[in-house]
T-cell receptor
Framework: AQKVTQAQTEISVVEKEDVTLDCVYE???????LFWYKQPPSGELVFLIR????DEQNEISGRYSWNFQKSTSSFNFTITASQVVDSAVYFC??????????WGLGTSLAVNP | EAQVTQNPRYLITVTGKKLTVTCSQN?????MSWYRQDPGLGLRQIYY???????DKGDVPEGYKVSRKEKRNFPLILESPSPNQTSLYFC?????????????FGPGTRLTVL
């Protein structure tokens, strides 16, 4: 069975701190895709990144970076120099051979001024 | 602008009164899906469609119907809504029929059934 675990339910930081959101996944598929989405207080779901299982390169996009490690089945997300606008719920998700998007329960990040 | 739209954004209704939530995408995507989001339960798939006239059940299809008569539209129908269908609903679309490409989401529809 496939599973995505986001062990951190809530995180609170002060602005300008770095913060890492953890994502651990389980799958027996050799080909799969991992995603991160952001859900701000306004409620919409915003796509952040998609990574396939054959690409373990870390990715950086501005203040956001992602660390994909197949050895530990993790796909962690780091926000550098956090800002109040980063306050949101962040979801990690996995899709494998069954074409079904499996979601973690999300991590609620509060960035305080 | 490439987008998924949903209407209405907010809806309060009463038990048993049929309703339809519309979903439309302008990206020529083959795959479309409906999810509901509930506290503590995360996002759960209701129905999905690989292409026109092809629909299938997700994890929680009971009490819902869908249709896919046109590629761009994928309405969600609640024939006889009940209070346990109070939820935040999202429509999503993806460019591949297998759904493995990135799913882009609509803004959400917050439904309250009294």
């Amino acid at each position: 069975a496939q599973k995505v675990t986001q062990a951190q339910t809530e995180i609170s930081v002060v602005e300008k701190e770095d913060v890492t959101l953890d994502c651990v996944y389980e799958t027996r598929d050799t080909t799969y895709y991992l995603f991160w989405y952001k859900q701000p207080p306004s409620g919409e779901l915003v796509f952040l990144i998609r990574r396939n299982s054959f690409d373990e390169q870390n990715e950086i996009s501005g203040r956001y970076s992602w660390n994909f490690q197949k050895s530990t089945s993790s796909f962690n997300f780091t926000i550098t120099a956090s800002q109040v606008v980063d306050s949101a719920v962040y979801f990690c998700a996995l899709i494998g051979n069954n074409r079904k998007l499996i979601w973690g329960l999300g991590t609620s990040l509060a960035v305080n001024p | 602008e490439a987008q998924v739209t949903q209407n209405p954004r907010y809806l309060i209704t009463v038990t048993g009164k049929k309703l339809t939530v519309t979903c439309s995408q302008n990206m020529n995507h083959e795959y479309m899906s409906w999810y509901r989001q509930d506290p503590g339960l995360g996002l759960r798939q209701i129905y999905y469609s690989m292409n026109v006239e092809v629909t299938d059940k997700g994890d929680v299809p009971e009490g819902y119907k869908v249709s896919r008569k046109e590629k761009r539209n994928f309405p969600l129908i609640l024939e006889s809504p009940s209070p346990n269908q109070t939820s935040l609903y999202f429509c999503a679309s993806s460019s591949t029929s297998g759904g493995v490409d990135t799913q882009y989401f609509g803004p959400g529809t917050r439904l309250t059934v009294l």
